[in-house]
């Protein structure tokens, strides 16, 4: 078993973005801005935002969090981002989700600027991506793409098992490994749900995603014998153990399934920094296209 470290990878990318943005700041340029908005105190997601916030100031990039109470109309978070749509020191936009049930969700992506939605989750985004134009791809499923290819891992006619079809990740996941392109050119199945039995077609799997949201439901039996194992769930267990009372963990059984696999990526320390790292490359790219550079 060999372990896939997203925090080498994602550190690279960071580390490639900072040269590029120091070089900007030497020649008097602009430089990139992300701007997020966190509606409400959710606890995961004030540590998302909080980490991608620290994340854009490593790098050197101008980072605007903007924090709303969880009772925030709908029109006022319409407003906001109508205004960083229209500045011109933002690049990239991201809405943290979920948001309160009030406000409704895909009329605030709809309301992001295409060209800002460095999260690739506007329909005119996940739908370039879908015909195969270059678009703002979602972070997560970038970063996955990424590993898969830092790693060498071949997808060309293998088998990939992608569970979950959110638009975040299952879907666009989906999408870009069946890509008739290098590094993609995978053969997808996407199950989910109503799959009366999911183990059946996660055996298939020569490459497995996991992006199910519910603590190690992918157990070894679950998987097969030398697959490459992409755990994509974040999820927080109760452990008293633990200052903040609790600690992260997959939605693979990684004890278990790391015993079978071929290549598995770890919770904490997987897919979780790449999501960030694509962020942030995602608003890079967005500051050169906003500002013609090539
Ligand atoms: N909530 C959990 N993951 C994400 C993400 O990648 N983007 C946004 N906007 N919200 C999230």
Redesign the pocket.
Known sequence: MKIIDGKIVAAKIREELKIRIDHLKQENHSIPGLAVILVGDDPA?QT?VANKEKACLEVGMNSKLIRLPAFTPEEDLISDIEQLNADPTIDGI????PLPPHINEQKIIETITPDKDV?G?HPVNAGRLLQGISSFV???PAGVMELLKFYNIETRGKHVVVVGRSN?VGKPMSVLLAQKKEHANAVVTLCHTAASDLSYYTRQADILVAAIGKPGIITASMVKDGAVVIDVGINRVEDHSKASGFRLKGDVAFEEVSAKSSWITPVPGGVGPM?IAMLLKNTYQSFLNRNNII
């Open positions: 997601s998302y991201l809405v943290q989700l999260d989750i979602a972070c997560t975040i999501t």
